[in-house]
């Protein structure tokens, strides 16, 4: 029987938040997540949900360090 790696790490969430927000900026990075999350939820895999669901937290998070407005 093969053994599938679950993507646990705290790295692995926060990479895949900011490749989120580097595809599709902050605001649809947060809404892809969402709906991938949903997606999880309806094919009941309640792992995947919750991976989605930390890394919509991640993107949150570095969505705070994501500069606005004009840099001097």
Known sequence: ????????DQRDIYRS????????GYD???L??????NAMLEH?????RR????????VDELGDTIPTGVVH
Do not use: C, P
């Open 28 to 30: 649809d990075a947060k």
């Open 17 to 24: 938040a900011k490749l989120l927000i580097d595809r599709y």
């Open 44 to 48: 009941g895999d309640m792992d995947g």
């Open 1 to 8: 029987m093969e053994t599938v790696k679950t993507m646990t």
């Open 51 to 58: 991976i989605w669901h930390r890394i919509s937290s991640a």
């Open 32 to 37: 892809h997540a969402a709906e991938l999350a």
